[in-house]
């Protein structure tokens, strides 16, 4: 079974993936603990349909630079979450179910700067995430991520109102 499959958007630009591994060295203070992991922080962009907080006051004039990230939330009929999810280097996010139905979940992820690192299910299957593109998974399998690379690891979450690709 697959657990995890690549899907036909956009591909980040060189662009975008340099400012937002940029905002994820530099801007590290703004960021937020992901379920108390110390080595696991996010950064809110949609929460609730609307740009977050940070994006639309400490952020703006950033924010609309992320031309293919703006062309990507177009492409959906909303978007009613992303975030921006960074894991320290030699790491990992422990074993966990996101989901209790064996779907594919409707949120994706999108691939900023995953080298040396992969998702691993519980079946021992492994998967790797090439830079630029966005994947769905099965994430009612338990499952864990492991960044081996000596550098962060970057990826953005979004949760779509509707997903086609699932």
């Known amino acids: 079974m697959t657990h995890c499959k ?3 958007i956009l591909k980040f630009n060189c662009g975008d993936i340099e400012k937002l591994t940029d905002l994820s060295i530099r801007g590290k203070k703004i960021f937020t603990k992901r ?3 110390h080595n696991w922080y996010s950064l809110p962009l949609i929460e609730d349909y609307q740009y977050s907080y940070i994006v639309k006051n400490e952020l703006p004039f950033l924010w609309w630079t992320f031309e293919q990230l703006n062309n990507i939330y177009k492409e959906f009929k909303g978007i ?5 999810s960074v894991l ?5 996010i422990p074993w ?7 779907v594919f979940c409707d949120s994706f992820l999108t691939s900023v ?3 040396n690192s992969f998702i691993e299910f519980e079946n021992g299957k492994k998967y790797t995430y ?6 769905v998974i099965r994430s009612a399998v338990k499952h864990r991520i492991l960044n081996l690379s000596d550098d962060i690891r970057i990826t953005i979450c979004t949760t779509p109102t509707e997903n086609p690709y699932v």
């Not at 009613?80 to 921006?84: A, G, H, M, P, V």
């Not at 090439?130 to 994947?135: A, D, I, K, N, Q």
């Open 6 to 8: 690549k899907i036909p």
């Open 35 to 37: 379920y108390n992991i």
């Open 80 to 84: 009613k979450s992303s975030y921006l």
């Open 88 to 92: 320290d280097p030699k790491s990992s």
């Open 96 to 102: 966990h179910k996101d989901m209790s139905t064996d």
């Open 113 to 115: 700067k995953t080298e």
């Open 130 to 135: 090439e830079t630029g593109y966005s994947y």
